[in-house]
């Protein structure tokens, strides 16, 4: 039986979604505290008990976090239209080639709202 192991990190970001009617609100630029969950899959390590160190994961993120957090997400390279689903995917599509036990990346912008990719 897999275990699945969640770690949660958090980004304050600014954005507007370029592709939106002006008169939307997220058209406008605005700021989140982005919440993301990284979901991984994976078979114990017996003989540490654990399936993979949190640490690790952690250290995995770094890099990823310094692109994002107290950046205008429109200027990250891929990130040009920064909906919740294409920030979603682009950390997933980097993360995994870290994480290969990585199942998916949720992320919350606000307290009521919720994107998993892969679902
Ligand atoms: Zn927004």
């Given at each position: 039986?897999?275990?699945e192991l969640k770690q949660?990190?958090?980004?304050?970001?600014a954005r507007f979604l370029p592709n939106l009617p002006s008169?939307?609100?997220c058209a406008r630029?605005?700021?989140h505290s982005f919440k993301i969950v990284l979901t991984l899959l994976g078979d114990l390590d017996t003989k540490v008990g654990w399936v993979m160190d949190y640490n690790e994961i952690s250290f995995a993120m770094k890099a990823l976090l310094i692109e994002i957090d107290h950046r205008v997400l429109n200027e990250v390279p891929g990130l040009e239209n920064p909906t919740s689903e294409l920030?979603?995917?682009w950390i997933y599509d980097r993360m995994i080639k870290k994480i290969p036990i990585l199942k998916n990346v949720t992320i919350a912008e606000t307290s009521a709202t919720e994107c998993r990719y892969p679902a």
């Open positions: 039986m897999k275990y949660h990190f958090q980004i304050e970001s008169t939307h609100p630029m605005h700021g920030l979603a995917k």
